[in-house]
């Protein structure tokens, strides 16, 4: 048994690596929502100048990359790993993004839970003393999304309910070994998921699909490091909708680890204003996690405001095949727990 | 800078983590090769008893892991994480397979570089500490793949002279911070790739397209260890095939670093008899390197016969949507170095 694994599913991070640097850059429906002022850029609308939706989303990579080192005054020939993903068949947003960049790529795919999979990843290797400076990223684009998983645009379906909106954002971390000139928090432990199915087959729903796989995580988490929520000024999930927030309160309750409603949020609630922006049961994608963590609460743990929180993105494993060959969904859900980088704040 | 790192590419790895378990199941092509006895089992037809090729390749995908955990003498409940990845949309062979296991999972996508992705990043998740057992397995079906990249079979299309054929193959190796029974090799460096594309377009020719990713990669390696190709007894690519092989020898010629012929194979080469078996430039897909690997080479390397190998499995990053989009093919290149256990052979 490492030294470093805490129970279970969890690692403790001795090393504590910072996180200094952060971007989000995110479509206009986004900025129009409640975080819209906290983005580092709202592009003026779907194309962003480009050709064809997949360039754009790639042009919203690397805008979001690149801000984020900026803001950290860190070169890109000092990043010893790109950590990337999306939702794109053969991930080709983060694929043509790092050939624009030529630093050494690690391609992942965690559907949305792929900002927490990069994060985790990206601070062991920190941690581990294989890297100093770990570049994370991830984006989702409505428009490539709906017409790879659902309809072409131009189809003009109806969204059922329990439908999610994919986020048109883009969300980079810079993780570091040392607090550079504005740390913004540190990542102190992460409990890695499980695949979790419990048969949910409407890939319409995908928060009720989700919240299995959180409430596992979470159940981990809690129970190899011996806390509660109470230890933790916020639990934020990424993606899991209306639906899937509420069932995840449900089943915490059920597994006798209850979560505060006060002290729980949803990327996905945060992101829109659900009745306003007719948004059903909140935003999906991972770009929604990527762009609400490092645009609005990475800043608020810079300030101390949240001394512990933990980021805990989750992803929907399904594919159209899958769902075609009449597949259940299998998800996941990673969680970072992260401290602010004010001592004693 | 972290003091494992070696020049601008390449990790050193001081624990040196074991290769405690390998397992290679493959399709009947690919036991008809020259490498067929070698490998742990040999399916029937290319259905194994399953509904579709997509549970098909899964069931190849869990049957390579349990089998390696069999002859490792390992509970599945001992490993801290799966590291794996396929070629198909969603990587839904890899996600459905961790859903059956249990056990955290880290969804990776490298096309066919899989196998050296997920090799690299389990050897330094064991290097830094954060776990003792990791699970990395890679697959490919060559019927998943052409209904997915290329035409349904039924279409019956022609393939070009430069094309490969997707092995139907999975590979699955263990990695552990301890020998275990039978250490097979030891993991010392790693130098993980940037991703590479010099303009080739046309899918039917991913060796092209490849072979300079590769020789990126291996002149990091060489000139961040100050080793040439004499220090190695065998430099391994995964899936350049006939095209790319002989690419990459007048690459690497041209910068000056050139390769023994005697010394240097790869696996796309390998599993098949090209002539007689009419595979044109030679097999590719991540199931290739991972079988060839797991089912030939490391059982060579505990022996002894190969003291120092270099695997270094390459991927094509492109999507049939970018291909349709007029994109060119972006590549990348992991490599491994391996020492055998066998100190003083």
Chains 1, 2 share one sequence.
């Not at 559907?111 to 990206?122: F, W, Y």
Request: hydrophobic share 40%; aromatic share 6%; net charge negative.
């Amino acid at each position: 048994m490492s030294n470093k694994r805490i129970g279970m599913q969890t690692i403790n991070l001795p090393s504590k690596p910072y996180i200094i640097g952060n971007a989000a850059i995110v479509g206009k429906k986004e900025g129009e929502g409640p975080l819209g002022e906290h983005f580092d850029k709202v592009i003026e609308d779907e194309m962003n100048g480009q050709e064809s939706f997949e360039l754009a989303e790639k042009s919203l990579y690397l805008e979001a990359i690149d801000t984020c080192l900026q803001k950290a005054g860190i070169q890109a020939d000092s990043i010893q790993f790109l950590l990337g993903g999306d939702l794109l068949n053969q991930i080709i947003t983060a694929s043509y993004a790092a050939r624009d960049l030529a630093v050494p790529f690690i391609g992942l795919y965690g559907a949305c839970s792929t900002m927490s999979e990069s994060l985790g990843l990206g601070s062991m290797l920190v941690d581990g003393g294989h890297a100093s400076h770990v570049l994370c990223a991830a984006s989702s684009h409505f428009c490539t999304a709906e017409r790879q998983y659902r309809f072409p645009l131009e189809f003009g379906s109806q969204r059922t309910p329990t439908a999610q909106w994919t986020v048109t954002g883009a969300g980079a971390t810079l993780i570091s070994s040392a607090p550079g000139r504005h740390p913004l928090a540190r990542v102190v432990q992460i409990s890695f998921g499980r695949v979790v199915d419990l048969g949910i087959k409407d890939a319409n729903n995908m928060g009720a699909a989700m919240a299995p796989a959180a409430a596992d995580t979470l159940c981990a988490l809690f129970r190899d490091t011996k806390t509660t929520a109470k230890d933790y000024d916020l639990i934020l999930t990424g993606d899991l909708g209306k639906v899937g927030h509420d069932l995840l309160l449900k089943l915490m309750q059920e597994h006798g680890m209850p979560l505060d409603d006060q002290h729980y949020t949803d990327c996905g609630l945060e992101i829109f204003d659900r009745e306003s922006q007719d948004m059903h049961a909140g935003g999906s994608g991972c770009g929604c996690s990527a762009a609400v963590f490092n645009g609005f609460y990475l800043p608020l743990m810079a300030q101390g405001k949240y001394r512990r929180l933990v980021l805990m993105a989750t992803g929907a494993l399904m594919s159209p095949t899958s769902s075609q060959q009449g597949e259940s969904i299998p998800s996941i859900a990673h969680a970072i727990v992260l401290e602010t980088p004010k001592e004693g704040a």
